[in-house]
């Protein structure tokens, strides 16, 4: 497999697709699934509720961000690959914080949704054929790639590992 080409997401997304070593998605995401799983469980209990700044979300919030976007982009994937051309509504991540009840989330609660919500994901893209890879579809108003998508959530996870490593525990 190859990366996905230029114009086949939203050039925002570029971002996250650039923290992707590599082309082979699969056991990228795989191997990500793992060592995050393994990362997290490490970070002590009272850092899930730390927020590095005032307007920030805390820690909780940031994975449970991950794994909604995730959910997100797997529900993409899922409609795109079966050849649905409805075009699919963005998503306002503030917009979902207040819902979250972070407080009341445990951080093994919290590690357990992404593992599931990431086994699901590959459980689909493991299903694909070569067609169902490289279908195009519209979210949020710009064309997208089955394969950009499974690109996305690993670059997304990878990302906010960084922000997790740079600005939740480096203090």
Known sequence: MNRPAE???NPYFGTYISKVEGNNILPILKKQLHDLEVFLKEIPSEK????????KWTLAESWIHVND????FSYRALRISRGDQTPLPGFEQDDYVPFY?????????IIEEFVTIRKASLSL???LDAEGWNRTGTASNHKISVK?????????AEHHLRITQ???LAS
């Open 48 to 55: 899930w509720s730390y927020s590095y700044g005032e307007g």
């Open 125 to 127: 893209l493991e299903s």
């Open 101 to 109: 009840s972070a407080k009341n989330r445990s951080a093994e609660s």
């Open 148 to 156: 950009a998508i499974a690109f996305i959530l690993a670059g997304h």
């Open 69 to 72: 976007t995730e959910r997100i």
């Open 7 to 9: 114009g086949t997401y």
């Open 166 to 168: 740079e600005k939740y």
